[in-house]
Each structure stands twice: as structure tokens, then as C-alpha cells.
């Protein structure tokens, strides 16, 4: 996966933050939220004003394999330009952006502190390293990028640390392929439906209690 093209937006998919609140207040203490293949940062740390602007108690853990990815997650630091662009496409607001960024340079925005504390930034290869204990795994367009074999050792690997109140959420690229016609035909990485169910919406993901044989 290094080299990848990176893909990444603050609140991608904004109907999806919503309902990942529910499910996280209903854990009733701190939470763990896992970012993975966090890109740049802007994911994790969309994680982590999301906790913070609903009172919740908990952390991000957001990793990656490229090691100049996390560099620039961890520093925080963001063109001002491209958080306009955020705030014009509805997924940033003015508020936000006055509230958890400050001014660093004269054209780049910085997360502040008080947001970058609450994210912890590591390396991990899904398929292969372990996967971290949490109430919500969000792995978007990774799996794509896996072979079947790591896919399914991966999506075993999030159910076991998964707790079974929590959530995975996955990208719209995990569950469309271009077809042998050209066009987009369904799919799921690997063992998905083994493990996990289709929730409240088509991108958010149950872990089944238990086992299943298919």
C-alpha cells in the first residue's frame, strides 16, 4: 500500500458522524476509536473533535504504513486554502475551524493541542500486525488494496479486538469493483459478511456476536 494515492477529507461522508456519536455515547465510559490507513491525519482528527464537541470521553489511535504520512498527521498542520475548501463543501464549519485550529504561518492552520493530545499516531499493516482494542474501527478504501488472504486475516484480526458494541466503518470503494463490463458491480472485502452485518447505514458495519459459518 505505500504510495498509494491518499483520498482524505475532514468528516468524509458526513451522515455517517452522527450515527457513529450514538453508538459511541451509548458505551457509557471512554472510547476508543481506531483510525486506520489515517492518511494525513484528517480522519483521526475529525475523530477527535467529534469527541470533544459531544462530551466524550476517550481517544484516537489512528495508524498507518507510510512513514511520511504520519509525520504530517502528528505535526497537524494544513493549508489554510484546503480547510476553506473544507468549510465551502459543507464538511468543515466556520466554528470548528475558529474553534480547534490555529494560525501557523502565514497560509497553514494548525489542529490544536488539545486535539492533537487526544490522538496517538503508529504504524500498522491491516492483514498482518494486530489490530488495537476499540468501540469503533474506521478503515475506509483500504481494503481494496489487500489481497483476499489479508483481507480476511484483517477483518478477523478488527472483529476479535472489536467490542461488541461498536462499529466498523468502511468506504464506498470497499463495496464496489469495477466489473468485467466497465462498470461498478458490488463486492466486500473478504469474510466481511462472516463477521460483520449492515447496520444503520450501508458504510457502518456490526460485529456478529458470535462466530459464523458460511
Known amino acids: 500500500m505505500k504510495g498509494r494515492r491518499i ?3 475532514w468528516f ?3 451522515a455517517v458522524w452522527p450515527l457513529l456519536v450514538r453508538r459511541l ?3 457509557g465510559g471512554p472510547v476508543t476509536v481506531w483510525s486506520g490507513a489515517c492518511g494525513t491525519g484528517e480522519e483521526a482528527y475529525s475523530a477527535a473533535i467529534l469527541l470533544d464537541e459531544h462530551g466524550i470521553e ?3 489511535y489512528a495508524t498507518d504504513i507510510d512513514v511520511p504520512n504520519l509525520a504530517t498527521a502528528r505535526a497537524g498542520v494544513y493549508e489554510q486554502a484546503a480547510i476553506g475548501r473544507e468549510v465551502a463543501e459543507g464538511r468543515l464549519t466556520s466554528e470548528q475551524v475558529a474553534r480547534y485550529f490555529e494560525p501557523h504561518g502565514r497560509h497553514q492552520l ?3 493541542r488539545a486535539v492533537r493530545d487526544r490522538v496517538e499516531f503508529g504504524t500498522l499493516r491491516l ?3 494486530l489490530a488495537p482494542e476499540c468501540h469503533a474501527a474506521l478503515l475506509r478504501n483500504v ?3 489487500l489481497s483476499p488472504e489479508a483481507q480476511r486475516a484483517g477483518i478477523d484480526d478488527v472483529w476479535d479486538a472489536l467490542d461488541r458494541r461498536g462499529v466498523l466503518l468502511l468506504g464506498g470503494g470497499d ?3 469495477v466489473g468485467d463490463d466497465g462498470g461498478l458491480v458490488p463486492t466486500e472485502p473478504e469474510g466481511l459478511s462472516v463477521r460483520f452485518r449492515e447496520a444503520e447505514h450501508a458504510l457502518i458495519w456490526r460485529p456478529w456476536l458470535t462466530y459464523r459459518h458460511t
Open 58 to 60: 476517550g481517544e484516537v
Open 110 to 112: 494548525r489542529v490544536r
Open 12 to 14: 468524509r461522508v458526513p
Open 7 to 9: 483520498v482524505t477529507e
Open 175 to 177: 463495496l464496489m469493483r
Open 25 to 27: 455515547e451509548r458505551v
Open 143 to 145: 481494503w481494496r488494496h
Open 127 to 129: 492483514g498482518e500486525d
